[in-house]
């Protein structure tokens, strides 16, 4: 999920933690700031985080990541806080756009769970997302309570782009300004797949069963219920403060019962500073 652009990806069956990172960075600054944001913005950004390897999971991954950025925020193309792609429609309460996501591979002999396993490759995301606003939105900004609805094909860019399944992940959003400048958002919402997608997770062929872990045929249905906050605070100028929060719970789920699921619940978090090297003089006009 490292990309070159500011975006929330949408979640997918597998933590994010690149994605994660991005977002709160940004989270909630559309909601708070003035209609008049430039066009684009460049920067840079470092930090830190730990989450575990996938809903389910008992191990965990920790990165630190310098990673650019970059913000576009045109009529039709936008590669902003919430999505890189294009825009179809706006209207005051609905919006519909494609866009694109992504995740990060991690091999089998990192996890326990998975080892003598495939890896799991870095997969890209792609197709429709409906962003309803549930309240009006000030001009030039975000309202600040919305639901999200992106369904996306998964593909394997490790593999021909071989297609893995479909993700289907609504989330509730809402964002505000707090007293001293701090800026929050939350989110909540399950994360669906299909059964081609819940078995590259969740699934084990005969041949890699082992003793304390069976086969497994994955099923369509609730990867996992998802919850996260994230705040950021402009420190001066072109500096800006963030951290998050997110937790993952695969209670109910499916696949509970997979061989591969060793935890019913875990936390990402990480915390970082993102700094902004240059910006445009246009202002987006939305």
């Given at each position: 999920?490292?990309?070159?652009?500011?975006?929330?990806?949408h979640p997918s069956?597998?933590?994010?933690?690149?994605?994660?990172?991005?977002?709160?960075?940004?989270?909630?600054?559309?909601?708070?700031?003035?209609?008049?944001?430039?066009?684009?913005?460049?920067?840079?950004?470092?930090?830190?985080?730990?989450?575990?390897?996938?809903?389910?999971?008992?191990?965990?991954?920790?990165?630190?990541?310098?990673?650019?950025?970059?913000?576009?925020?045109?009529?039709?193309?936008?590669?902003?806080?919430?999505?890189?792609?294009?825009?179809?429609?706006?209207?005051?309460?609905?919006?519909?756009?494609?866009?694109?996501?992504?995740?990060?591979?991690?091999?089998?002999?990192?996890?326990?769970?998975?080892?003598?396993?495939?890896?799991?490759?870095?997969?890209?995301?792609?197709?429709?997302?409906?962003?309803?606003?549930?309240?009006?939105?000030?001009?030039?900004?975000?309202?600040?309570?919305?639901?999200?609805?992106?369904?996306?094909?998964?593909?394997?860019?490790?593999?021909?782009?071989?297609?893995?399944?479909?993700?289907?992940?609504?989330?509730?959003?809402?964002?505000?300004?707090?007293?001293?400048?701090?800026?929050?958002?939350?989110?909540?919402?399950?994360?669906?797949?299909?059964?081609?997608?819940?078995?590259?997770?969740?699934?084990?062929?005969?041949?890699?069963?082992?003793?304390?872990?069976?086969?497994?045929?994955?099923?369509?249905?609730?990867?996992?219920?998802?919850?996260g906050l994230a705040?950021?605070?402009?420190?001066?100028?072109?500096?800006?403060?963030?951290?998050?929060?997110?937790?993952?719970?695969?209670?109910?789920?499916?696949?509970?019962?997979?061989?591969?699921?060793?935890?019913?619940?875990?936390?990402?978090?990480?915390?970082?500073?993102?700094?902004?090297?240059?910006?445009?003089?246009?202002?987006?006009?939305?």
């Open positions: 999920m490292l990309t070159s652009t500011v975006v929330r990806l069956p597998r933590a994010r933690l690149a994605g994660a990172v991005l977002a709160g960075a940004c989270t909630a600054a559309p909601a708070g700031e003035p209609p008049s944001r430039p066009l684009w913005e460049a920067g840079v950004l470092l930090a830190g985080a730990t989450q575990p390897a996938y809903p389910g999971a008992d191990d965990r991954v920790g990165r630190a990541l310098p990673l650019p950025f970059l913000i576009y925020r045109g009529p039709v193309l936008r590669a902003d806080e919430d999505n890189v792609g294009l825009r179809a429609l706006r209207t005051p309460r609905l919006e519909l756009n494609v866009g694109f996501g992504g995740s990060l591979g991690s091999s089998a002999s990192d996890v326990e769970a998975r080892r003598g396993m495939d890896d799991l490759g870095t997969l890209i995301e792609v197709g429709p997302r409906l962003v309803w606003n549930l309240v009006d939105a000030p001009p030039g900004r975000s309202a600040p309570w919305r639901l999200q609805v992106p369904l996306r094909a998964v593909l394997d860019l490790e593999n021909r782009l071989r297609h893995q399944g479909l993700a289907f992940a609504p989330e509730l959003v809402h964002e505000r300004t707090l007293p001293g400048g701090w800026e929050l958002g939350a989110r909540f919402g399950p994360v669906f797949g299909d059964r081609r997608l819940a078995d590259t997770f969740y699934g084990v062929r005969d041949d890699e069963a082992i003793p304390g872990r069976p086969a497994y045929d994955a099923r369509a249905g609730l990867i996992a219920w998802r919850a705040t950021s605070h402009t420190l001066a100028g072109d500096w800006r403060l963030f951290g998050f929060a997110r937790y993952d719970s695969v209670r109910g789920a499916a696949n509970e019962a997979s061989p591969l699921v060793r935890s019913s619940g875990g936390w990402t978090a990480g915390f970082g500073v993102a700094w902004t090297f240059a910006r445009s003089a246009r202002p987006a006009s939305d």
